[in-house]
């Protein structure tokens, strides 16, 4: 099963960018489709965005399509996820996560995860 580690998160001023890496291991990153959801206060989970295992398809949130830009190097095990543009509303914790069965992407479309990290907290704030 992957082991998922986030990292990249900070306080940014609106308008600002920040990009976050979901380092993997425990098994090939490859296999998998990766997504990103974000957690705020309060609020319910949402999903964010996924990328296939091969990354030639992607899905964003309404929320954050023409903003975020996930992407992935499974030569080093890795998922990012560019964020610009932000916005007070996208303060949150970002977790990447990962479907217990690998290459299928509907699963993480559906949010249906079987890991993902510790999470990384995002603030944007001026």
């Known amino acids: 099963q992957l082991q998922l580690v986030e990292s990249g998160g900070g306080l940014v001023q609106p308008g600002g960018s920040l990009r976050l890496s979901c380092a993997a291991s425990g098994d090939r990153l490859g296999l998998y489709a990766i997504g990103w959801f974000r957690q705020a206060p309060g609020k319910e989970r949402e999903g964010v965005s996924c990328?296939?295992?091969?990354?030639?398809?992607?899905h964003y949130a309404d929320s954050v399509k023409g903003r975020f830009t996930i992407s992935r190097d499974n030569a080093k095990n890795t998922v990012y996820l560019q964020m610009d543009s932000l916005k007070p509303e996208d303060t949150a914790v970002y977790y990447c996560?990962?479907?217990?069965?690998?290459?299928?992407?509907?699963?993480?479309?559906?949010?249906?995860?079987?890991?993902w990290g510790q999470g990384t907290q995002v603030t944007v704030s001026s």
């Open positions: 996560a990962a479907p217990s069965v690998p290459l299928l992407f509907r699963k993480c479309l559906l949010g249906d995860f079987g890991s």
């Open positions: 990328i296939s295992n091969s990354g030639g398809s992607t």
